[in-house]
């Protein structure tokens, strides 16, 4: 046999228990990263082979890895300490990372505790980790096949404000401004609205919204200003045409959407209707309708629709609270 072949076997068998674990963490961490980019350059980014599909091959390598006392353990750590590393060396946005950092987790817990359990047992943990990981292959098909979830979804917010239906349609005609504080989770990296354009409430009346901040580079270095000088403020707009109005009702179209959110939703629609609820009061609800372009529905619908309630929320601050007070 050859003499080198020999001592690479001989190193092999030399090596410590937590060697062979690095080792086995860099070839998985190696293959995990070809089929990221391979999610990537066949443009299903949006689908749950990302988010299930990925953290899945991600826990099933370190499974297989020398054993540890806990899988489980193993597979939190491992998996963190990926996510880590993602953030410096793989082409991904703070949000996504911090969107997907829980399920992660999850999943790691899912292939991890029942492999502890078989251990205990002392069952063989061939049958248990295909038992755990083919449902979650199965899942992280969704978007990539289809889905069975209706992707339409909508966010309301509401509030009671101390002035007439008139002063309510007054305020929304007026071109609106941004002044109001943003709620602490469109401040994770979000883009800002500044300024607007456009006013009206009257069927082809437009608004155009500018935002700042945020965008499609938010990679977390440059968010920490570790590299290229800090963070790059990117310019995007929201385009919209009032294509509904009545007494109490206006519906804006949105015709263009260039900021991060056109990544994960589409955003059809907003409405806005209002009515007097007391003398000298009007209850103002508005509403968000979107169809969602993150997968998989069960994880990221009720995240989605948190986030476009805090939007609508906002809206009502910003171009009718701050109006009519």
């Known amino acids: 046999m050859n003499t080198s072949i020999v001592y690479g076997l001989d190193m092999m068998r030399n090596l410590t228990t937590a060697q062979k674990q690095m080792i086995g963490f860099i070839l998985v961490l190696a293959v995990v990263n070809v089929a990221y ?4 350059a066949t443009g299903i980014q949006q689908t749950a082979a990302l988010y299930v599909g990925i953290p899945t091959l991600l826990a099933v390598g370190l ?9 489980t353990g193993m597979l939190l750590k491992g998996s963190m300490l990926a996510m880590a590393i993602a953030c410096v ?3 991904e946005g703070l949000l996504c990372l911090l969107f997907a950092l829980p399920l992660v987790a999850l999943i790691a817990v899912i292939v991890g505790g029942p492999i502890d359990w078989a251990r205990k047992r002392r069952d063989r943990e061939g049958p248990t980790l295909m038992a755990v990981t083919l449902p979650l292959l199965v899942l992280s098909l969704e978007g990539v096949v289809g889905t069975p ?9 509401s509030v009671v404000v101390e002035a007439t239906p008139a002063e309510v349609a007054d305020a929304l005609a007026t ?3 941004f002044d109001a504080e ?4 469109l401040t994770l990296g979000f883009n ?30 440059r968010l920490l200003g570790l590299v290229d000088g800090g963070g790059h403020d990117h310019h995007s707009q929201m385009d919209l045409t009032v294509v509904e109005s009545a007494p109490g009702r206006v519906v804006f179209r949105i015709d263009d959407d260039t900021t991060m959110t056109s990544r994960w939703a589409d955003l059809r629609r907003a409405v806005v209707t209002w009515r007097a609820v007391g003398d000298g009061t009007t209850r103002v609800s508005w ?3 979107y169809d969602r372009l993150l997968f998989p529905t069960a994880y990221f619908a009720p995240l989605q629709r948190y986030g476009m309630g805090q939007s609508a929320e906002y809206l009502l601050d910003a171009v009718v609270v701050d109006r009519v007070a």
């Open 89 to 91: 060396v793989l082409p």
């Open 287 to 289: 509403t968000l309708e």
């Open 182 to 185: 943003l709620p602490m989770f």
């Open 192 to 221: 800002r609205p500044v300024g607007a354009t456009g006013a009206g409430i009257e069927v082809g009346d437009r608004r155009s919204i500018h935002f700042s901040g945020g965008s499609h580079d938010d990679h977390p270095l």
């Open 63 to 71: 499974v297989l890895t020398p054993r540890s006392n806990s899988a």
């Open 149 to 157: 979830f209706d992707p339409a979804d909508h966010a309301t917010a």
């Open 37 to 40: 980019r391979l999610v990537y």
């Open 175 to 177: 071109t609106p401004t």
